[in-house]
Structures are given as structure tokens and as C-alpha cells.
């Protein structure tokens, strides 16, 4: 898939910088034999005006015919024209109307020509145009040899713009891929723990619910973690379909945390760890308050796994020096190496995968909640030093449909 994606993209901009180089060269050509032509051609209307032949490198005749076809007063610069010649050329000419010009053939050299009647008869100018012919054959063979040498240069050009663009495409190709394969192993382990349990329950039909409570817990266990990952790969992929937008409305963003966190301290003190917070009171927030929530409450959870029995957790809620919302999470635990802390808020990744049973993580919360931070203009990082580990969320802020900030 990637290299016929690659060799298509190749091809396709190998031809279009191809056409590109030979539309340079074409239209510079253009451009100089119309700048030569442009001069023969005043050349000639300033030696028709004056009467007098110009100090010019081209080849220059001037004459004057009458209507029998006398052909007198010849004068010729940097020629050596017969006066068979010149009265052959003179015949050639189209006369139409009081000033005439054009192109003329005879033996085998190209000129051209301005006649101006007058009284006396037809004065003529005729110009050699040798040098426009040569011109032309020079632009000719060189726009070849740089349009050539300009399709084996642009090669090595088109394979490092081929690489550098598809680079983004292959990443996303990849990451798709990585997220089915790992989303299909996450649903396969409770599907599988849940039918194994069926089916033990089902060994003992006349076996009372107190008997299979076991089995049965284990089975609503599986259940309600399937459903949360299921939610969450719900969440994350009306993300990327860009289907979910933030309902902005103005929120006492102080008092909505500080609730939460009350909400959870008892939950925190029961699990043996320790748990503080402080709000700026009065912060004022235009947000989403339940993606807001949904943010806060995987950050905790994420605290809560991973710190250990007698750890702590802080939750601290202020502005910033640019008085963006700031929230900052942090707990005691084991450090993050630095290689983890730029993959923890990607798909599926955990610090420690032999974990992931035991805290009931899945690997996607922190993805969840970069995401809801971004859908708020924000960002969310990560430190861990000392044994402890810190979330950082910065929002930016939205703008309610009535227009007010």
C-alpha cells in the first residue's frame, strides 16, 4: 500500500515539475524570440520613417518600386542582394492598404518586410531574419537538452518531497492500524473472560445466584470495563470525524471542580492514599462543563491507579501568568521514564502494560483528555520527577454562540 502510494505520488509530481520546467523554458524562449523580433521590427519601421537605413548587425535592404514594377533606389546594409533578388522580393509582397507588413521566403533564408505607399510609388524595407532563425534553432535545442537534464535532476528532488509528504500519511496508515489491532485485542480479552464465565455458570444450571457470584461479578466486571472502552473509542473517533463541538457557556469553573473533588475524597481516603486540593475561588470559564468533567475525572482516575497504598494526590486550580484556566494534577508514584512521558497521551500506551489488568486501564483516558483540551483551544503535559508525577492542562477560551467572550 505505502509503496504504490509512494510510487504514484512520484510519478505523478515527476511529471508535473517536469511540465512545469518545460513551460519555463518554452515561454523564456518565447520571450527572447519575440524580444528579437520585436527589434527587427522597429528596425525596420525606423528605417521606413526616416528613409534612411539604421546601424544595425542585420542584414538591411531598402528600395522603391512603382506600380510596373521598377524597382530603383536600392540601398543595402550588410547584404548583397541582386537586383533579381530584390525585385523577386519586391513581387512577393503583399501591398495592402498604406502600410504593409510580413514574412517572406526566397532561397531558403526568411526576411521581413515593411512597404509604405507613397506618392513617388512604394517604399520598401526588407530584413534578413538569419538571426532569429538561429535564435530559434538555439532555443530549441536547448530548452531539449534543460528539459532532459532537468528530468534526471528532479528525480532525487521528487523522491524527498515523495518521502517528506507521504511521511504524515504512512504515520496516520500506521496509527490507524495500531488502534484496530489494539482496540480488537482489548475487546477480545473481556469477550473472552466473559464467555469463559458463561459458560462455567451454564456447567451448573441448578446452581443458586449466591453459588455463581463469582462468575457473575467477574462477568458485570468485564462487562462495565468493555463499555467504558467502548465509550471511549466512540469519543475518540467522533474526535477525528470532527463530530463533537464544546457547548461554551460561562461556568464558576472553581466551584464545579471543588464539587468533584468532594465527590472523590472519600472515594481517594477509602483506596489508603491522600488527597489535597486547592481552588482560586471566583475563576470564571467559558467551557463545556461536562467535557470539562469527563477531563478532570481521567486525570484522577489516572492518579488514583497509579499511586501507591499511602501515596497522595494534588489538585491544584489557578490561572496562568496569561490568566488562561490552569489545572494541575499531580501524585506520588513511580517516576516516568522521559521515553514514556512523549507516548503517554497516545492510543493504547501504558507506562507499564503488566499493570493494565490490575488498575483497569486501557491506555486511552490521557488520550481523552489531550483531546478535550485541544477541543478548548489547550494543551495538556506531562513531568514526572522525584517520584512525582505531574498533568498540567491549559485552556484556552471559547466563544458562546451569542458571540460574547
Not at 543595402?76 to 537586383?83: E, I, K
Request: aromatic share 6%; charged share 25%.
Amino acid at each position: 500500500m505505502h509503496r504504490k502510494l509512494r510510487s504514484r505520488f512520484f510519478i505523478i509530481s515527476w511529471l508535473l515539475l517536469l511540465l512545469f520546467l518545460a513551460a519555463i523554458c518554452i515561454g523564456v524562449s518565447l520571450f527572447l524570440y519575440q524580444s528579437a523580433a520585436g527589434e527587427t521590427e522597429k528596425t525596420l519601421r525606423s528605417a521606413a520613417e526616416t528613409h534612411t537605413l539604421p546601424d544595425s548587425t542585420r542584414g538591411i535592404v531598402s528600395f522603391q518600386y512603382d506600380e510596373k514594377g521598377t524597382v530603383r533606389d536600392i540601398a543595402q546594409m550588410h547584404l548583397n542582394l541582386s537586383s533579381e533578388t530584390i525585385g523577386t522580393l519586391a513581387k512577393k509582397m503583399e501591398i495592402k492598404g498604406e502600410l504593409s507588413e510580413g514574412k517572406l521566403m526566397q532561397d531558403d533564408r526568411q526576411y521581413r518586410y515593411l512597404a509604405v505607399h507613397e506618392p513617388e510609388g512604394v517604399w520598401a524595407v526588407i530584413a534578413e531574419c538569419s538571426q532569429e532563425q538561429a535564435l530559434v534553432k538555439t532555443l530549441r535545442r536547448n530548452s531539449i537538452l534543460f528539459t532532459l537534464l532537468g528530468a534526471f535532476l528532479l528525480i532525487p528532488v521528487c523522491a524527498v518531497l515523495t518521502k517528506w509528504v507521504s511521511k504524515p500519511i504512512e504515520t496516520a496508515w500506521e496509527q490507524q492500524n495500531d488502534f484496530v489491532s489494539d482496540a480488537t485485542h482489548e475487546l477480545k480479552t473481556p469477550l473472552t473472560v466473559i464467555a469463559t464465565n458463561t459458560e462455567a455458570v451454564m456447567a451448573n444450571p441448578n446452581a443458586t445466584i449466591e453459588s455463581q457470584e463469582k462468575w457473575l461479578d467477574s462477568i458485570q466486571g468485564e462487562t462495565t470495563r468493555m463499555a467504558g472502552l467502548v465509550g471511549d473509542l466512540l469519543f475518540l473517533a467522533k474526535i477525528d470525524a470532527h463530530e463533537i463541538h464544546p457547548d461554551p457557556e460561562e461556568l464558576e469553573v472553581s466551584d464545579l471542580l471543588e464539587e468533584m473533588c468532594m465527590e472523590r475524597e472519600s472515594q481517594i481516603f477509602e483506596a489508603g492514599r491522600m488527597f489535597d486540593y486547592e481552588m482560586t475561588p471566583g475563576i470564571r470559564y467559558i467551557g463545556d462543563a461536562r467535557l470539562i468533567r469527563r477531563m478532570v475525572d481521567v486525570l484522577l482516575d489516572n492518579a488514583e491507579k497509579y499511586t501507591p497504598e499511602g501515596g497522595s494526590i494534588r489538585m491544584v486550580v489557578n490561572r496562568d501568568r496569561k490568566l488562561r484556566l490552569r489545572i494541575v494534577v499531580s501524585n506520588s508514584g513511580d517516576t516516568i521514564p522521559p521515553e514514556a512521558l512523549q507516548k503517554i497521551f497516545d492510543r493504547f500506551y501504558r507506562v507499564d502494560p503488566a499493570r493494565a489488568r490490575d488498575t483497569g486501564g486501557y491506555g486511552l483516558g490521557l488520550c481523552v483528555a489531550k483531546s478535550i483540551a485541544e477541543l478548548h483551544g489547550g494543551t495538556i503535559t506531562a513531568s514526572s520527577e522525584n517520584g512525582i508525577n505531574v498533568f498540567t492542562v491549559i485552556l484556552g477560551e471559547l466563544k458562546r454562540d451569542d458571540g460574547e467572550n
